[in-house]
C-alpha cells in the first residue's frame, strides 16, 4: 500500500492548521495509514471501503496529516506556551520586506534582541530567587515566619544563600533549553541534509537546497545563549555580594566581557561549515562553565556581605539597561526595515509596509515583559502576604521591602496602555472601514444574485454581512501599527528607570501632591493585575492544553503559524515543524510521481507547505506534479507577510516550476482564503507569464439563496471549508490530473468556471 500503482494518478490532500484527523481530511470514516507514523503519516481509505469523499474516477486520494507535529504530545504542545516571546521573536526575522540586506544588519539585530530575551528570561528568575526571596525577604523575620521552606535559608551567610539560590536559575535555563530539545526530536524525523556550503543569509530563499535544516544555526545560537544566560547569572550574583577585592572584580568583569563576546558572536553570520561551530562552542562551553562556577565558589565562600535595605545591588540598573537596550534595538530594527521595504520588489504590497519584522520583535519583547513582571509581582505579593507596595506606599520595615524593579512598574503601565490603546485601534478600525466593506460586499452580492426574489432579502443582507467581516483580514494594519508605537514609547520611559524614577515618584515630582501620585500608584496596580490576568489565563490554556486534546488543537493553531520557519534568531523557540513536513512531502511526492501523475491538494495552511514542497522538488518529479489549492491564504496573507520568501516573485516562480498546472479554488465568504494573482486591482500584473490569469477559480457562496425544489433548507455559506464537495472541485482535480500524466508536457490552459455560475 506504500505508493500508488504505476500509472495511476494520485490526488495527495495536505490539511491547514487546527490538527484536522485523517478521516476529516479525506471525508471517510475508515483509514488505514500508507506511510510516515503517528506523528506525521499518510492515510487513504481502506480497501473495499468506498472512496474518499470529493474523489475523481480514476484518481487515487491520499492525505498527509501533519498535526500531530504541534498538537500531538500534551506535556510538549502546553510547555510550549512558555516559549512564546522566544518563538515571536524567531519569526520577527522572516516578515523581513526583502531577502537582500545590502549590509546584513537584519539578522544581527534580531539575533541580538534575542538575546536580550535570554538575558530578560534569567533576569526574571534571579529576580525572583536571589532578588527577592534572598536578598529582601529571608534577612527580615515577619516575611520569613511560618515559612519553613524559606526559614532554614537565614541560617545561611548572604553569600552561601545566594549562591544557593543561584542554581534555581540554571535549572530553569536548562529546562527551556530541554523542551526545545525534546521537541526537536519529535519534529524533525529526517536526518539533515549533508554538509553544503551555506549561500550568504540575504541570498536564501525556500528553493535553496537544505532551506529547512536549521540544526547548524541552531547549535550555533544554542551555545551562545547558554552563555548569556550564565554570565548573566554570574554578573547578578557577583554585583551582590562582592566586597571590592581583586578576585571580586576580576570575576565579574570577565563575566560581563562574557556577555559581550557572546553578543559580538551574535553580530557574526553562521559559520558555513559544521566543523567550525564545534570549534567554537568547546572553548565558549568551557568558559561559560568555568565562570559560572567560580563565580558561584567565590559567593559560597564570602561571608562579609552586608545586606544593603532595598534591591539587590546592581540588579536595578541590569533591568532597566536591558530594558533601554530593547528598545534601542527595536528602534534601529524599525528604521533599517523602513529603508529596506523602499526596494521591495515589482507588484508587492508588504504588510504595514514591511514593517512586520519590528512590530513582531516588539511584540516578543512585550510578551516577555509581560512574563516577568507576573512572576516578580506576583511572587512578591504571596512574600509580603498581599501587600503591593510601591516607592510611595512601602511596606513596614520588619516584613522587607520585597518591590521588584521600577523597570517592571513602568512595563506594567505601558503594557495596560498598549492594551487599551489596541483595543481602541481595534474598534476604530471596525467601525472606519465598516462602510467600505459593505460597499464592497454589496456589489458582489448584485453581481452574484442578479435575479432573487424579493423574499430572499433578509438571506442576502446575511451573506453581505458574511463577505464584509470576511475582509477584516486587511484592515488589521493601524491596530498594529498603534501597538508598535506605544510598545517603543513604553520602553522609552524605561529609561526614567535609569534615574531612578517610578510612574509614582514622577507624577508626585511633577504635581508636589500626593493625589497624583496616589492615583499613578493605583493605575500601575491594575496594570499590573491585569497583565497577570493574561499571562494567568495563558498559563491556564497550557494547563488545559495538556488535559484536554481539544484545547490542545486550539494551542497548537498559533503553533502551526509561528513554528513554520527555521529557527535562525532564538534556538530556545519552539522547534520547525516543517523541518520534517517538507522533506517528508518531498520524498513521498518523488516517489508517487515516478509511478504516476501526483496533484498536491493543499487546503489553508496547508496549501503553504504545498507551495514549500514543490520549490523543493527535484526537476525529474516537477514534471508529473501539479497543484491545486483552495482557501489559500498564499497571496493575502503570506505574500504580504512574508514578502522576501512567499511574495510575488516566489508565487510565479512556483507557477513558472509547475508550467502553470496550477488551479486556486476561493470564495469572497472565506476569511482566510483569497486569489493568488488578483488581476483587477487595476495593477501590474506580477507574472509576465498569460497563463497566470487562468489560475485562480472563484466560487459563489453560497450556491444559492433560495430553497432548492429537492431540499429543505436554503444552502449554507460555508466559508473556509469544505471545498472538495463542490464540482468545481472535481473538475479541477480531473484537469490537473490530465495535464500532469504525459511526464507533465501539456500545459492548463483553461479553468472550469472562473467566477462561478451567476444569477439565481
Known amino acids: 500500500?506504500?505508493?500508488?500503482?504505476?500509472?495511476?494518478?494520485?490526488?495527495?490532500?495536505?490539511?491547514?492548521?487546527?490538527?484536522?484527523?485523517?478521516?476529516?481530511?479525506?471525508?471517510?470514516?475508515?483509514?488505514?495509514?500508507?506511510?510516515?507514523?503517528?506523528?506525521?503519516?499518510?492515510?487513504?481509505?481502506?480497501?473495499?471501503?468506498?472512496?474518499?469523499?470529493?474523489?475523481?474516477?480514476?484518481?487515487?486520494?491520499?492525505?498527509?496529516?501533519?498535526?500531530?507535529?504541534?498538537?500531538?504530545?500534551?506535556?510538549?504542545?502546553?510547555?510550549?506556551?512558555?516559549?512564546?516571546?522566544?518563538?515571536?521573536?524567531?519569526?520577527?526575522?522572516?516578515?523581513?520586506?526583502?531577502?537582500?540586506?545590502?549590509?546584513?544588519?537584519?539578522?544581527?539585530?534580531?539575533?541580538?534582541?534575542?538575546?536580550?530575551?535570554?538575558?530578560?528570561?534569567?533576569?526574571?528568575?534571579?529576580?525572583?530567587?536571589?532578588?527577592?526571596?534572598?536578598?529582601?525577604?529571608?534577612?527580615?523575620?515577619e516575611c520569613r515566619d511560618d515559612r519553613p521552606y524559606l526559614s532554614w535559608l537565614a541560617e545561611l551567610p548572604m553569600g552561601p544563600r545566594l549562591a544557593l539560590l543561584s542554581l534555581v536559575p540554571l535549572l530553569a535555563l536548562r529546562v527551556i533549553w530541554g523542551i526545545g530539545t525534546r521537541s526537536a526530536r519529535a519534529f524533525e524525523g529526517f536526518t539533515p541534509a549533508p554538509p553544503r556550503p551555506a549561500p550568504p543569509e540575504v541570498t536564501e530563499s525556500l528553493s535553496t537546497p537544505g532551506f529547512w535544516d536549521d540544526e547548524r544555526t541552531n547549535a550555533w545560537l544554542r551555545q551562545i545563549h547558554v552563555g548569556i544566560g550564565g554570565a548573566t547569572l554570574d554578573a547578578s550574583l557577583l554585583a551582590g555580594i562582592s566586597d571590592g577585592s581583586p578576585v571580586g572584580r576580576l570575576l565579574f568583569a570577565t563575566s560581563v566581557g562574557l556577555v559581550a563576546f557572546c553578543a559580538v558572536l551574535l553580530c557574526?553570520?553562521?559559520?558555513?561549515?559544521?566543523?567550525?561551530?564545534?570549534?567554537?562552542?568547546?572553548?565558549?562551553?568551557?568558559?561559560?562553565?568555568?565562570?559560572?562556577?567560580?563565580?558561584?565558589?567565590?559567593?559560597?565562600?564570602?561571608?562579609?556581605?552586608?545586606?544593603?535595605?532595598?534591591?539587590?545591588?546592581?540588579?536595578?540598573?541590569?533591568?532597566?539597561?536591558?530594558?533601554?537596550?530593547?528598545?534601542?534595538?527595536?528602534?534601529?530594527?524599525?528604521?533599517?526595515?523602513?529603508?529596506?521595504?523602499?526596494?521591495?520588489?515589482?507588484?508587492?504590497?508588504?504588510?504595514?509596509?514591511?514593517?512586520?519584522?519590528?512590530?513582531?520583535?516588539?511584540?516578543?519583547?512585550?510578551?516577555?515583559?509581560?512574563?516577568?513582571?507576573?512572576?516578580?509581582?506576583?511572587?512578591?505579593?504571596?512574600?509580603?502576604?498581599?501587600?503591593?507596595?510601591?516607592?510611595?506606599?512601602?511596606?513596614?520595615?520588619?516584613?522587607?521591602?520585597?518591590?521588584?524593579?521600577?523597570?517592571?512598574?513602568?512595563?506594567?503601565?505601558?503594557?495596560?496602555?498598549?492594551?487599551?490603546?489596541?483595543?481602541?485601534?481595534?474598534?476604530?478600525?471596525?467601525?472606519?472601514?465598516?462602510?467600505?466593506?459593505?460597499?464592497?460586499?454589496?456589489?458582489?452580492?448584485?453581481?452574484?444574485?442578479?435575479?432573487?426574489?424579493?423574499?430572499?432579502?433578509?438571506?442576502?443582507?446575511?451573506?453581505?454581512?458574511?463577505?464584509?467581516?470576511?475582509?477584516?483580514?486587511?484592515?488589521?494594519?493601524?491596530?498594529?501599527?498603534a501597538f508598535f508605537v506605544i510598545s517603543s514609547l513604553g520602553l522609552a520611559t524605561i529609561v526614567l528607570d535609569l534615574f531612578g524614577i517610578g510612574p509614582t515618584q514622577l507624577a508626585a515630582e511633577v504635581s508636589r501632591h500626593s493625589g497624583p501620585a496616589v492615583l499613578a500608584a493605583y493605575v500601575t496596580d491594575a496594570g499590573i493585575w491585569i497583565i497577570s490576568l493574561l499571562v494567568i489565563g495563558l498559563l491556564i490554556l497550557g494547563f488545559r492544553a495538556y488535559r484536554s486534546a481539544e484545547t490542545r488543537r486550539v494551542v497548537a493553531i498559533l503553533w502551526d503559524l509561528g513554528t513554520f520557519w527555521p529557527r535562525t534568531v532564538h534556538p530556545f523557540a519552539p522547534p520547525c515543524y516543517a523541518a520534517r513536513a517538507v522533506p517528508e512531502l518531498v520524498k513521498r511526492v518523488s516517489a508517487l510521481a515516478a509511478q504516476g501523475p501526483v496533484i498536491i491538494s493543499g487546503h489553508s495552511h496547508g496549501s503553504v507547505l504545498a507551495a514549500a514542497t514543490i520549490l523543493q522538488l527535484p526537476p525529474t518529479a516537477l514534471r508529473r506534479v501539479a497543484l491545486l489549492t483552495y482557501g489559500s491564504p498564499l497571496q493575502r496573507i503570506y505574500a504580504r507577510l512574508y514578502p522576501a520568501y512567499l511574495g510575488p516573485q516566489a508565487l510565479c516562480e512556483l507557477g513558472e516550476r509547475l508550467d502553470w498546472r496550477w488551479r486556486n479554488l476561493w470564495r469572497d465568504t472565506d476569511p482566510i482564503g483569497g486569489p493568488i494573482f488578483d488581476h483587477h486591482r487595476g495593477e501590474q500584473p506580477p507574472c509576465d507569464n498569460p497563463a497566470a490569469e487562468s489560475i485562480d477559480v472563484r466560487l459563489r457562496d453560497p450556491r444559492a439563496v433560495t430553497i432548492d425544489p429537492a431540499d429543505t433548507v436554503v444552502p449554507p455559506v460555508e466559508r473556509h471549508w469544505p471545498y472538495h464537495t463542490h464540482a468545481e472541485y472535481q473538475a479541477a482535480v480531473r484537469e490537473l490530473a490530465d495535464c500532469a500524466g504525459g511526464d507533465g508536457q501539456r500545459r492548463v490552459t483553461g479553468g472550469p468556471n472562473r467566477t462561478g455560475t451567476p444569477g439565481e
Not at 479525506?26 to 473495499?48: E, K, N, T
Not at 516577568?372 to 498581599?386: I, K, S
Not at 510601591?390 to 521591602?401: E, L, S
Open 268 to 481: 557574526l553570520p553562521v559559520p558555513i561549515s559544521h566543523a567550525h561551530p564545534r570549534r567554537l562552542q568547546r572553548p565558549l562551553w568551557a568558559a561559560t562553565v568555568g565562570v559560572t562556577v567560580l563565580s558561584l565558589g567565590y559567593a559560597a565562600l564570602a561571608r562579609g556581605v552586608q545586606p544593603v535595605i532595598g534591591q539587590l545591588p546592581g540588579y536595578e540598573g541590569s533591568a532597566g539597561g536591558l530594558v533601554s537596550a530593547q528598545g534601542v534595538l527595536l528602534v534601529t530594527l524599525a528604521v533599517v526595515t523602513f529603508v529596506r521595504q523602499r526596494v521591495a520588489p515589482p507588484g508587492a504590497r508588504p504588510f504595514l509596509r514591511g514593517l512586520g519584522t519590528p512590530i513582531l520583535a516588539a511584540a516578543s519583547v512585550s510578551v516577555a515583559a509581560a512574563f516577568t513582571a507576573t512572576l516578580n509581582f506576583r511572587v512578591a505579593d504571596q512574600l509580603d502576604r498581599g501587600a503591593i507596595p510601591d516607592p510611595i506606599r512601602p511596606n513596614p520595615p520588619a516584613i522587607g521591602p520585597l518591590e521588584p524593579p521600577v523597570a517592571y512598574w513602568w512595563a506594567a503601565l505601558a503594557g495596560l496602555a498598549a492594551l487599551l490603546i489596541l483595543a481602541a485601534a481595534a474598534a476604530a478600525t471596525l467601525l472606519l472601514s465598516r462602510r467600505r466593506r459593505r460597499d464592497r460586499a454589496e456589489r458582489i452580492v448584485r453581481k452574484d444574485y442578479p435575479r432573487a426574489p424579493a423574499d430572499a432579502a433578509p438571506r442576502l443582507h446575511a451573506v453581505r454581512d458574511t463577505i464584509a467581516m470576511s475582509h477584516v483580514t486587511e484592515e488589521l494594519g493601524p491596530m498594529l501599527v
Open 1 to 141: 500500500m506504500g505508493t500508488a500503482p504505476a500509472g495511476e494518478a494520485v490526488e495527495l490532500r495536505v490539511h491547514g492548521v487546527s490538527g484536522a484527523t485523517a478521516e476529516t481530511v479525506l471525508d471517510h470514516p475508515i483509514v488505514v495509514r500508507v506511510a510516515g507514523d503517528q506523528q506525521a503519516g499518510f492515510y487513504r481509505p481502506r480497501p473495499g471501503s468506498g472512496a474518499a469523499g470529493g474523489a475523481v474516477t480514476g484518481v487515487a486520494v491520499e492525505a498527509y496529516r501533519w498535526g500531530a507535529l504541534t498538537a500531538g504530545a500534551a506535556v510538549r504542545t502546553a510547555s510550549m506556551l512558555l516559549l512564546l516571546p522566544f518563538m515571536l521573536g524567531n519569526v520577527a526575522i522572516w516578515l523581513r520586506p526583502t531577502p537582500t540586506d545590502r549590509f546584513g544588519l537584519l539578522g544581527p539585530l534580531c539575533r541580538l534582541l534575542g538575546g536580550t530575551l535570554t538575558a530578560a528570561f534569567m533576569l526574571s528568575m534571579i529576580g525572583i530567587t536571589v532578588n527577592l526571596v534572598g536578598w529582601q525577604c529571608v534577612p527580615y523575620h
